[in-house]
């Protein structure tokens, strides 16, 4: 069963992230992972809990290769790049 990383990201540093951006693309990829969504236009229905910002929507082809890219050595540098430059929220969630 598929599974999807749902990351919600405030930009602080714009051209910062898109060093970001490059550098995950490919890791993303050889993960098994493709964009379902990646900062495309929102329309918010319901805030209750969260108002989303910039929401990017990766599929992996289950939990564990959701996990296994999160936690990688190599995505390790780049991710540090990402909370350098950005405030975001990472969740994995099964897909149905």
């Known amino acids: 069963m598929s599974a999807f990383v ?3 990201t405030s930009i602080l540093d714009p051209e910062a992230y898109e060093g970001y951006k490059a550098l ?15 900062g495309g236009e929102l329309d918010v229905r319901e805030d209750d809990l969260w108002a989303p ?10 939990m564990a290769a959701a996990r296994a890219f999160l936690d990688s050595d190599e995505y ?10 950005a405030r975001c929220t990472t969740v994995i969630v099964d897909g149905a």
Not at 28 to 33: K, L, P, T
Not at 77 to 85: L, T
Request: aromatic share 8%; no cysteine.
């Open 6 to 8: 749902i990351v919600d």
């Open 24 to 38: 995950a693309a490919p890791l993303v990829e050889a993960f098994g992972g493709v964009y379902r969504a990646r």
């Open 53 to 62: 910002t910039r929401l990017v929507i990766v599929e992996f082809p289950d």
């Open 76 to 85: 390790a540098p780049v991710a540090a790049i990402r909370h350098a430059n």
